[in-house]
């Protein structure tokens, strides 16, 4: 059998095509001991974050249904879809950036899969079925009390975490306080709400009872994507196999050309996505570490220094040498810095208010008696931040030209937060001042006294001599 032979398969598929349910050993280890404590913060986080306010508003809110986000505080509203997107993209990069030189550690100590799979639902299977042997055997056994009290009572549990999580996940989309109208009101006020609660409830008691391991491999884009960003030089759980080869079990007293890997398969047992590390960085590794711990184990007990599997670059382990910045991680970072000095740029220079005039289409000038001509336009004023605010139009120029409003006496605005408003004025110009058919007019528009931005516009009338 060739040696990569191992490329033809993937191992959560058996020969016939079907699923190979992995039933990973309970991990132990400093190293998941870290990701415990840091999951229990992460998850602190995330299922406090709804409750989080800033101002008064959520820090995060991602209400992709009325196009209204708001990020560490800061409010997007749709004007603000460019300055939005600009962000995305700086984050992908960043994330591209990690990626590059770190590897798949956000996998293994940040996604929320891995978080909420092997913290909460795996640690809840390991309580009530055993570790992965007793799992296995109960899975064989034929159906009596103890086998359906045990996954009654692990299932029941798996959709109560999946409802908290949908809860969590809905207050992120459309804030915790409709959530807490549609606890406190019931589903047919809000069935709409009900409806997308069931159906995110659904497919995260699916995800984590069923799914698993198939949602880092098959779904996650960022999974598939690893094979384009890593590099040689990027860092990842990898197996030393200039230390570890010849792989064999060590007979006591006996003369052998062995490395140091004993090939206990420990590290195969304990890996969530049943794959072997031994066979180089594949697409399935989610850089849990579980491996590490457990080959670190298997080290100190046949009295060899730890770290046969660990964190290191390929290149590394190949040549003993550390790079960690290669010229594609160098072109990245330019690329990085330029999107986030820009992105700066936007935000600190961000208005407050947002506004455009334009001539009302379709309409020429206007008589109005006692010798003054006028044009009509058609403004909108937006407030982009949660605070009221008094916008004001005033005319600029052409010198003489006055701004009156339609509809309403004052060009003083009062717009809550949120608000959206529309409106007309004129322009009006008497007529012995008119020196040309088209004269350049500019309108001011101010907020609570700050001069937010001039528009130039068109004053279109027909000189009289
Ligand atoms: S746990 Fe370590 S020693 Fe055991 S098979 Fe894996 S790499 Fe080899
Ligand atoms: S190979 Fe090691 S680090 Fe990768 S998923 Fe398996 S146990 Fe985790």
Redesign the pocket.
Known sequence: MAESSYRDSISLVDKAGNRNWVYPKKPKGSLYQGRTWFSIGLMLLLFGGPFIEFNGHPLLLLNVLDRKFIIFGIPFWPQDLPLFALLMMTFVMFVIVFTVVFGRVFCGWACPQTVFMEMLFRKIEYWIEGDYKAQQKLDKQEWDMEKALKKGSKHVLFFALALLIANTFLSYLIGFDEVKKLIIDGPMQHLGKFIALVIFSTVFYLVFAKMRELVCIVVCPYGRLQGLMLDKNSIVVA?DYIR?EP?GFRKKGVEQNLG?????????QVCPTGIDI?NGTQLECINCTA?ID??ND?MVKIGEPKG??RYASQQEIATGKVKRISTRSIAYIIILTVLVSTLTFLLVTRKDVESAVLRTPGLMHQEQGNGLVSNMYNFEVVNKTFHEQQVELVILRPTGATLKMVDRESAMLTLHEDDLLKGSFFIMMPQQQIKANNTEAEVAVFSNGKLMKRIVTNFVAPVKQ
């Open positions: 197996y570890g792989r140091d890997c004993v090939d206990c398969k420990r590290c195969v031994r491996c457990e080959c298997v046969l599997i």
